[in-house]
């Protein structure tokens, strides 16, 4: 009988060391990839505007600055413009909301105008840069280049 036992005790301790073995092989760390760089904030795109909640913000930070001057916390402020922000009804908002709304059309428009930049590929950019640093506008500068054009066409006749 103790062969038996130790026979029994070998067993159960071969299934406990194979499944620790499956375990350890799934609790493997994966590979990770080099993450790919992040492409840079273009400085020149527009910012986008201000909720209503945040244009009303600017109009109370002043407000409770005056009435407060001692108090310097920011949380403070931000706390008690929210409680006057929940207090307040949608006629009191109204206003806040119609500049929020103004903004963000003026924010579309200028995204439009980006996004054309952009999608022209900055072919824009470059013959404003041109323009600026030769001082002559944009037809001078196209009429310049039909001249040497021109000239090199004129020199090859001659030959």
Aim: proline share 4%; aromatic share 6%; net charge positive.
């Amino acid at each position: 009988m103790k062969g038996g036992k130790a026979k029994a005790k070998a067993e159960t301790t071969k299934k406990t060391e194979s499944k620790l073995s499956v375990k350890n092989t799934a609790k493997k760390p994966a590979v990770r990839k080099p993450a790919a760089k992040k492409a840079g904030k273009d400085p020149n795109k527009p910012k986008r505007p201000a909720s209503a909640f945040f244009v009303f913000m600017e109009e109370f930070r002043k407000q409770y600055k005056e009435k407060h001057p001692n108090n310097k916390s920011v949380a403070a402020v931000g706390k008690a413009c929210g409680e006057k922000w929940k207090s307040m009804s949608e006629a009191d908002k109204a206003p806040f909301v119609a500049r929020a709304a103004k903004r963000k059309t003026e924010y579309e428009a200028k995204m439009v105008a980006y996004n054309k930049k952009q999608s022209s590929g900055g072919k824009a950019e470059e013959e404003e840069e041109e323009e600026a640093s030769s001082g002559k506008s944009k037809s001078e500068v196209e009429d310049d280049d039909d001249d040497d054009e021109d000239e090199s066409g004129e020199e090859e006749d001659d030959d």
